[in-house]
């Protein structure tokens, strides 16, 4: 790339200003939010509310898992008291792939719906939002990837998220995946916004603690990116704080205890927070990279993240001090009255800690050698194209970055995807953390 040719404090000032600049207009872009229902059961309040609409069908999108655990009922049961008609599309599998959300497409079209609730993970939620355009909007689905490719807009969305997670709920994205081109691309428009979500914490108590650890620092990495990173808003700042404060504070509880349903709806609030922060401010470079982990080796989108935070927040660090303090400060990992170095190393030891306790990997199993150049230019690009990172990186400086997650001999020789889980369904029985492992299983 161009920017590797020029010193790194005029890449920085550059690509710095490009991206300070748009954020001056994007802060003013009128971003919907849509009605929230929070507490044990609102998602059946939700299906209450959603029957008097009068919309034609309602088609359901969600994944097998959460249909076969019997987590939609609240939900089709209010829709059928109501007399509200509707389909279930349970087929979504992870990262939602364009072949899915294709058949997904052609239920709703078949059935003549006209509404959309989004039930699942991000996978299942981004699909959805990748239906409603794409119904609204016929053309390759892959062609509507972007800011705001289609003319239309998408029929009305309502979501219930079942993890916490991505924040889709409230963000402008559906991020899909192509297994044709092996990578991930994101469809970004306002009008995919759902119209009302509900953050029902009953629906999260079964979810498994490895699940639940990678999902929730994809909420922490969406607070802290938008956090450090130059659209940041009051706003999104106060949504940021407020998510990592609720994320070092119930994690570790929701991890440990599934069941805790008070600590479940603390995650689901952080997550809803750290997406309407995000969904202002953007992103950065521990997404840029984990899409590209995602996109090829199928690693879960919050796993990567979780892989990757620790490293980027010691690349930016020398940009960021001053917000590392203030993240620090309020995920009461110190004092205000210490220096703001010290406050930075304690919230990126912090960082550290949370990971450990959550048996997260240091490092990506399958993650080859040969194919860290390609992964940083997609990387770099992506970064560079669109996030208004705080320190730009060189394509050198990224690949240095992925080599450090690389598996050891030591990792491939024990390597037991199984263990983890394992591991992790027992520290459930016990209501003690799992161990850590050292390599991602994905
Ligand atoms: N649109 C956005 O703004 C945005 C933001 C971040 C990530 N994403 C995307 O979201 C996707 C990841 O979503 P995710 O991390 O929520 O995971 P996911 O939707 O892929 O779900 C992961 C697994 O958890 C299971 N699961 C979900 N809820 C459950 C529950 N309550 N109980 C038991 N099992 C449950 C699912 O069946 C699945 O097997 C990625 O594609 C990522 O790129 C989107
Ligand atoms: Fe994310």
């Known amino acids: 790339m161009i ?20 954020g001056k207009v994007t802060r003013y872009i ?14 059946a309040r939700m299906g209450e509310v959603i029957a008097g609409f009068g919309h034609k069908r309602i088609l359901i999108v969600t994944d097998s898992m959460i249909a076969k655990l019997g987590l939609l009922k609240g939900l089709t049961d209010a829709l059928s008291a109501g007399g509200a008609d509707f389909v279930v ?14 058949r997904g497409l052609a239920a709703y079209q078949n059935s003549d719906c006209d509404a959309i609730v989004a039930f699942g993970g991000g996978s299942s939620m981004d699909a959805a939002k990748a239906i409603a355009i794409a119904s609204a909007n016929p053309k390759p689905l892959r062609s509507l990837a972007g800011y705001l490719k289609g003319l239309h807009a998408p029929a009305p969305i309502y979501a219930v998220p079942t993890t916490a997670g991505t924040g889709s709920e409230v963000t402008v994205a559906a991020v899909i995946s192509d297994p044709e081109h092996r990578d991930k691309v994101v469809i970004v428009d306002p009008r995919l916004v759902p ?23 994809d909420a922490l990495t969406h607070a802290v990116e938008a956090f ?49 922060a995000f969904t202002r401010a953007n992103v950065g470079y521990v997404h840029a990279i984990a899409h590209q982990f995602g996109g090829r080796y199928h690693t879960p989108h919050g796993l990567a993240n979780a892989i990757m935070l620790p490293h980027v927040l010691r ?3 020398p940009a960021i001090t001053d917000k590392l303090a203030a993240l620090a400060v309020r995920a009461k990992l110190g004092d205000a ?3 703001e170095d010290d406050l930075a190393e304690k919230f990126m030891a912090g960082v550290d800690a949370l990971n450990r306790d959550l048996g997260i990997p240091l490092r990506l199993a399958a993650l080859r050698e040969e194919d860290i150049p390609d992964l940083a230019r997609a990387a770099c690009a992506e970064a560079a194209t669109g996030y208004p990172v705080p320190r730009y990186m060189s394509q050198d400086q990224c690949e240095a970055l992925i080599a450090q997650v690389l598996p050891t001999e030591a990792d491939a020789a024990s390597a037991a995807p199984a263990a983890t889980k394992k591991v992790a369904k027992k520290a459930v029985k016990k209501g003690a953390p799992a161990k850590k492992s050292s390599t991602a299983t994905a």
């Open 89 to 102: 599309f349970d087929e979504i599998t992870p990262d939602a792939p364009i072949p899915l959300i294709e």
């Open 30 to 43: 009128p971003i919907p939010q849509p009605t929230l229902m929070v507490g044990a059961g609102s998602s």
């Open 3 to 22: 920017f590797d040719w020029v010193p790194e404090s005029t890449r920085n000032a550059g690509l710095g200003a490009l991206m300070k600049g748009a």
């Open 228 to 276: 450090v990173g130059n659209w940041k808003t009051p706003y999104s700042d106060g949504m940021a704080l407020a998510a990592v404060g609720l994320i070092f504070d119930n994690l570790r509880t929701c991890y440990s205890q599934g069941t805790d349903v008070a600590a479940r709806e603390k995650m689901a609030l952080a997550s809803t927070y750290a997406g309407l």
């Open 195 to 217: 119209k009302m979500a509900a953050l029902d914490p009953a629906l999260m108590t079964g979810l498994p603690p490895h699940i639940t650890a990678a999902t929730g620092i």
């Open 315 to 317: 690349f930016s660090a």
């Open 337 to 339: 009255s210490e220096s």
